[in-house]
């Protein structure tokens, strides 16, 4: 009786969404996480939830081989890592690697970037994206100038000359991160300006390829709970020290 006291005087005096991210990790299951973040679906009318793993994607035998499944970003650690940022969102342009249902471009385009894109391999994730971000559109929730999932593989992305900021959730094996963080360095080696990296997930050697870019690194997310699997932590690398 008293913890339900406690969580409602808490529902009441800070709201639902904080009162949850009080709570320990270890008290919530994974299923009750996955179940909190299709709410966000279920609120707005868009489908960005579910696993989906390689060999169901519609994409070549060559590609499963490199590509991660499709998982979203969980909404609550999205919004703290774009908050983190601490940047003039509209001198910036948002890139996600390996965008899926795009629901890192949905929140994205709620700032002021200059451009939102999200780049994904599977024709079938960017369908259900672009349906989603016309729902958005709809909703009147977009506050960027532009917002597009762009059917590609991610090695072959060109990047925009204008600051950036790289979002990665895991998105695909070591192989294709190198290739696509070496054009990343070239690129900013030809024209130098602000990029910031994010990385969200729990993959140490994903971050040792960011890391090759020698850009400086700091944790942006680390002990939100609810925010994800537990392991799964936020960095971002900059290209100038902030
Ligand atoms: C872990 S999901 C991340 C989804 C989204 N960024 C988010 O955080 O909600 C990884 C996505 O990368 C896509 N992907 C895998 N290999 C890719 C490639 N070479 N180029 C573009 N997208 C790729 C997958 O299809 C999948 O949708």
Excluded at 26 to 36: A, E, H, T
Excluded at 97 to 103: A, E, L, N, T
Excluded at 173 to 199: C, G, L
Aim: proline share 6%; net charge positive; aromatic share 10%.
């Amino acid at each position: 009786m008293k913890i339900i006291t406690k969580f409602t005087t808490s529902v009441r005096e800070v709201g639902f969404g904080n009162t949850l991210a009080k709570i320990p990790n270890r008290l919530v299951s994974r299923s009750m996480r996955l179940n909190i973040d299709r709410q966000f679906d279920r609120k707005y009318g868009v489908d960005t939830s579910g696993i989906i793993y390689p060999s169901r994607l519609d994409i070549s035998d060559t590609q499963k081989k490199t590509a991660k499944e499709y998982e979203p970003t969980p909404v609550i650690a999205v919004q703290h890592i774009l908050k983190s940022l601490l940047i003039d969102h509209s001198q910036y342009t948002f890139v996600d690697f390996g965008s899926g249902k795009g629901r890192v471009l949905l929140l994205a385009s709620e700032y002021p970037y200059s451009n939102v894109i999200g780049v994904e391999l599977s024709p079938a994730l960017h369908h259900t994206a672009e349906i989603n971000i016309k729902i958005w559109q709809r909703l009147g929730r977009i506050k960027c100038r532009t917002v597009q999932s762009i059917r590609m593989d991610a090695t072959e992305f060109k990047l925009p000359q204008e600051p950036l900021v790289l979002f990665f959730f895991t998105p695909f094996e070591v192989p294709i991160a190198n290739r696509v963080v070496r054009n990343i360095s070239a690129d900013f080696e030809k024209n130098p300006r602000p990029i910031r990296i994010v990385y969200y997930g729990g993959r140490p050697e994903f971050l040792n390829v960011l890391a090759q870019t020698k850009f400086s690194r700091k944790e942006i997310y680390s002990h939100r709970p609810l925010a994800a699997i537990r392991h799964y932590r936020g960095y971002v690398f900059s290209s100038e020290t902030a």
